[in-house]
Each structure stands twice: as structure tokens, then as C-alpha cells.
């Protein structure tokens, strides 16, 4: 693992693997080690990028202005930094929401683009089925919010997990050492959530975007998460859509063979 220093932060990262590069983005909470079960597979096809966000684990905990558009820039910096610009981005969660806006604003900078389940609420428009979905993980979201900011970070990462992000039971089954980092890093979450644009888009940009892009959701994921990926993937010139079948949130954890094997393949085919 090593540090670079981009846009006043300094970024903890590793690269392993030979070939076309590949960035790999984490989500809300976590961290580079999100990524660990699928780096060894794909580190055999590419030169594979993970590193922890600003504010999160290894990385400088300054949040600068906490916006996304910070996390944007400083996937854009280091990328440009450490020679990985253009690669294929593949994004988790906020991660993807992070890569998505970052194609809206730099495409040059991607060879193609991968995201699961990017959390962009603000695209289900008011008149949608789905919309109620949306607005009950919000004040989900809200709650965990106010529970961090109150001092009660177990508790409010807890009721995030089971109420918006993975679903019933989820937090007693993650490792002590998982549930240890997702509290360190909420500080880093309240920020993100209290960033006025943090669930919009623009998705008449989105649609310039012209690189090759899959979307995806699981199809066991907590029932607001796959209508955002599917109207994002309405938007996206070259999209294709993807679900996963028995997966979840967090693909790359629970099924990482086949999230290897799902990426090897659409980077292949483009």
C-alpha cells in the first residue's frame, strides 16, 4: 500500500495486476478492502487501482467541502496521477454514484464505466410507482444521520445497514473488523449525505456520455435500489443493464467470482 498526494489530500492506495487499467470505487462507509475477494481475479486481466476515499480509513480524514463533486475530482487527480487516465471505472454504491459523475463532467477519462446500485434517489421523479421506495430510504438515511451527528455512531451505521442499505439481520452477520471500520468512517458518511446534490444528476449530460457502460442491481437488493439503476440506465447511451441474480448491495462481497468473472467479460467485449 502506498500514499499520493492529490488536491491537498493524501490518498491510500495499492496497484497490482498488468494490462488495461481498471479503477476500482468503493461505496458509502467502507473502503479500499471492500474490494478484496475480487482484486487477485481481476488482477490477472488489468492493472487494478483500489484505494480508500477521502476521509475514509488510510486516507487524510479532511472532507475538504464534503461534497461528491470532491470525490469526483479526486478519483480524476488520481487517476491522472498515477497513469491510469483512461481506464474502465467500476463503482460500488456511492462509489458508482461517484464514477457517474465524474463521466458526466470528464468521459475522456474512461474506457468504460461499471456501477452497481449507485444510490442517485433524485432520479425517480415525483410521479413514479417507485418514488415511495425512495422516500422511505431517505428518512432512513435521515435517521442514521441523526443518530451519528447525536454521538451514537454503532447505532446509527446499524439501523443504515438493516433499514437502507442491506436489510434485516445484516449488521450481526458482517465481521467485527467490517462493522469497526463502517463506524470509524461515518463522519465521512453525514458529510456525503448532508451534500445537497449527493442523490442528483444530470442525466441530459449523462446522456452524452458515450462510452460503454453496465449497470447493474441485485435482484435480492432492499427494493429502492434497482429502479434508481434502471432509470439511470435509460439515460446512458451505450448502457447495458445488468441484474444479478442472488446478489445483493455489495456484489463484489457476496458473489465475488461472479462479479470477477461479470466484469472480466464486459471489459472484454469492449
Do not use: K
Request: proline residues 6%; charged residues 20%; contains cysteine.
Amino acid at each position: 500500500m502506498a500514499r499520493v498526494r492529490v488536491r491537498g489530500a493524501e490518498l491510500f492506495h495499492e496497484v497490482v495486476g498488468e494490462g488495461e487499467p481498471l479503477v476500482l470505487v468503493h461505496g458509502g462507509l467502507t473502503d479500499h478492502y471492500t474490494w478484496q475477494a475480487v482484486v487477485p481475479a481481476l488482477a490477472a486481466s488489468f492493472r487494478v487501482l483500489v484505494y480508500d476515499r477521502r476521509g475514509h480509513s488510510g486516507s487524510t480524514r479532511t472532507l475538504g467541502n464534503g461534497v461528491r463533486r470532491d470525490h469526483e475530482d479526486d478519483l480524476a487527480a488520481l487517476m491522472e496521477t498515477l497513469g491510469f487516465a483512461p481506464a474502465h471505472v467500476a463503482g460500488n454504491s456511492f462509489g458508482a454514484s461517484t464514477a457517474l459523475g465524474l463521466a458526466v463532467r470528464r468521459p475522456g477519462l474512461f474506457r468504460s464505466l461499471i456501477a452497481h446500485e449507485p444510490p442517485l434517489l433524485g432520479v425517480i421523479r415525483g410521479d413514479d410507482p417507485a418514488h415511495v421506495l425512495v422516500r422511505a430510504a431517505q428518512e432512513g438515511i435521515d435517521t442514521a444521520v441523526a443518530l451519528i451527528l447525536a454521538g451514537e455512531e454503532s447505532e446509527g451505521v446499524r439501523r443504515f445497514m438493516e433499514e437502507v442499505a442491506l436489510g434485516p439481520g445484516s449488521w450481526a452477520a458482517l465481521p467485527a473488523r467490517v462493522r469497526a471500520v463502517l463506524v470509524a468512517n461515518s463522519r465521512a458518511f453525514v458529510h456525503e449525505q448532508c451534500d445537497p446534490g449527493w442523490a442528483s444528476l444530470d442525466l441530459t449530460r449523462l446522456s452524452g456520455f458515450s462510452a460503454p457502460a453496465l449497470l447493474t442491481y441485485g435482484t435480492e437488493s432492499l427494493p429502492w435500489l434497482p429502479p434508481v439503476t434502471v432509470e439511470l440506465s435509460r439515460s446512458v447511451r451505450q448502457a447495458e443493464l445488468r441484474g444479478l441474480e442472488g446478489a445483493g448491495h455489495v456484489p463484489q462481497v457476496s458473489h465475488p467470482e461472479t462479479y470477477a468473472e461479470m466484469v472480466r467479460e464486459f471489459i472484454a467485449a469492449v
